[in-house]
């Protein structure tokens, strides 16, 4: 379903622009749509062209014209190719005309173009004759010649790499992130739990109804983010404070979230930062030279202590039209100068949209060269045992198609790339869409994902950070959690110890530790300071819980007792622990699954007279303290679903000898609770 809704508005300007076309003779619109080609008002002469070539089926020149328009159009590119043909048939005449409209006949570009048509709708073969066709009728130094030369190239790659293509599953983002307007670039958090990206959309209050970019009749470019709730949903997309009249597009986000960075089309293209504050985004600030430079900047991406960015510029010294270079921040705070990373990333053509894994380790970007399938394709590479950057990889069709594929970023873990793309059955002319990645790099690092929980009814407390310390170098990094949600995130390095301290106006509202081991892939540690005033102290003061899970773990609780003994008490912090994990695990998954054992030994019990009324009774007395427990904290209790309460006799059968055997004896005598 691709525009299956349009703006009223955008529906009268082009009804406009066909009817006052219709009302002109030939020669009064052929001559506008001249005029409206060069200054730029491309989407109008569009609608002139396509319409003299409708009313005028054997004038070559206006197929010709009306072939060239659909070509450069945003999201027309593939209907060219009737027009294109048709023009063909008429015939082409070197001594072409461009500026009247006596002239009937098409210029030798049509060749190229022709080329090209083809080559988006994937004839391959004859797109190749086409391109080949033009290289033997124009001169060397054609503008359109070395084209001509990558387009047959390309084409060539679409053959080899096209007929064996990538296993994949695309999942499109769906209708609460997508629009019927173009959607794409986006830039995820590293616990994808936000995504920026750009959207040509109309905004929720019109405000730019009847601002428009003239090249293509559509909206300028605007960033927004979704946010995920905790049961993982993507949130209602909220349009960024920080956009302007002009267009503002996503390039990155620092892993927490907190720090991003967007392109705007001023003064040739440029790259700001802004920070976010609370729930609003500082105004942007364009980065320092040598980052930005006369020349043009369409993209950079940070590293995860933002000291190191690789981005997109046009600048003298590189290979050929935009390249990657990349810049360290020196000791004083200003960045190096720009280094170019060489030919063997970087060619002849263009590049674009880098991106750079958390570990720094793989690097995806768009090129129009290597042995891309048509327009930019994304490629992938990673460094070598000596730090060097390896020779790109393409990373396969159909991620990449004959036509501009640019924006692709990957998940933390490496394991899936999020990208733009258009496709059949999108909710508009692009949309954004997520994969498992059939060949993820691996990624070593530790990513701590962490979460502060108000009690309920409350909101989270101004002042309140996060301090994260190396044991092992004493360095420490503060994070302020986000106002909305309490979420924060912090990058890892791992054959580290780590302790994090939580602070609320100034004191120590929890401490914990970890270890990140050496032979760690990537791991995720969540860690969660749940705000409960239920849980207070003999002097009346709240109880700061600090709570430790792996992604996926259960959380559990396992206590000994004593002969004949069978009380669970509050008191005890493994307990405290317990419920701390069982609240965390309702608020993000829902209903949580919870198996109790009650275990006897075999030493015989006057009291209770079977030792199995006694393993029962320690399973029944769990499920009633967790039952109370859960309502104290304000657990719903509809979310916890006791799945098993069974009562066991275990263990070595008595022989008088509990005394000389009482450890192991008290072995048998526990209860076990698991909650997943």
Known sequence: MKFNLCLSIFLLACSYQLSHAQSLSINESFEEAVRLEAEGEKRQAFDIWTSLAAESPLNGNFQ???????????????????????????????????????????????????????????????????????????????????????????????????????????????????????????????????????????????????????????????????????????????????????????????????????????????????????????????????????????????????????????????????????????????????????????????????????????LYFSSQGHNSIGGFDVFTTSKDNDGNWKEPRNIGFPINTTDDDVFFVTSGDGKRGYFSSVREQGFGEKDLYILELPEPSEVRLAVLKGVIIPAAGENLPNDISVAVTNKQTLETTVYTPRARDGNFVAILPPCFDYSVEYFIDGNTAGIDSFNVDCKSAYREIEKTLLLNPALVDDDGKTVFVSTTMEVGKPASFKKYFGYNANEVILEEEIFRNFMSNLKLKTLKQGKVEISISGSASKVPTKTYGKNQILADLRANKAKQRISRSAAEMNIDPSLLEFTLVIGMVQGPSYKGDYLSKKDEYRNYQYVEVIAK
């Open 64 to 362: 010709y014209r009306a072939g060239i328009a659909h070509l450069e159009s945003f999201n027309e590119k593939r209907g060219a190719l009737p027009f294109l043909k048709v023009a063909e048939e008429i015939g082409v005449d070197a001594k072409y005309d461009p500026l009247s409209v006596q002239e009937s006949k098409s210029p030798i570009t049509l060749y190229y173009y022709l080329g090209k048509a083809y080559h988006l709708n994937n004839s391959l073969d004859k797109a190749i004759t086409y391109y080949e066709r033009f290289q033997e009728v124009a001169p060397a130094k054609h503008f359109l010649y070395q084209d001509a030369v990558l387009g047959a190239q390309q084409a060539n790659s679409a053959k080899i790499i096209m007929a064996d293509p990538v296993k994949f599953e695309v999942i499109n983002l769906g209708s609460t992130i997508n629009s019927p307007f173009p959607d794409y670039s986006p830039v995820i958090s590293i616990d994808e739990n936000s995504i920026f990206y750009t959207s040509k959309r109309l905004r929720l209050d019109s405000s730019n109804q009847f601002i428009t970019d003239r090249n293509t009749g559509g909206f300028y470019e605007d960033i927004y983010v979704s946010y995920k709730n905790r049961k993982g949903e993507w949130q209602e997309p909220e349009l960024l404070n920080i956009n302007s009249d002009v267009h503002s597009a996503t390039m990155n986000v620092s892993p927490n979230g907190q720090t991003l960075y967007i392109y705007r089309d001023d003064e040739g293209g440029s790259i700001y930062e802004s920070m976010l504050v609370g729930e609003s985004w500082t105004e942007p600030i364009k980065l320092e030279s040598p980052i930005n430079s006369p020349s043009w900047e369409t993209h950079l991406a940070a590293s995860v202590d933002g000291n190191l960015v690789y981005f997109i510029s046009d600048r003298k010294g590189g290979q050929g039209g935009r390249d990657i270079w990349s810049s360290r921040k020196l000791p004083d705070g200003k960045w190096g100068e720009p280094q170019n990373l060489g030919p063997t990333l970087n060619t002849p053509y263009e590049e674009d949209a880098v991106f750079i894994s958390p570990d720094e380790n793989t």
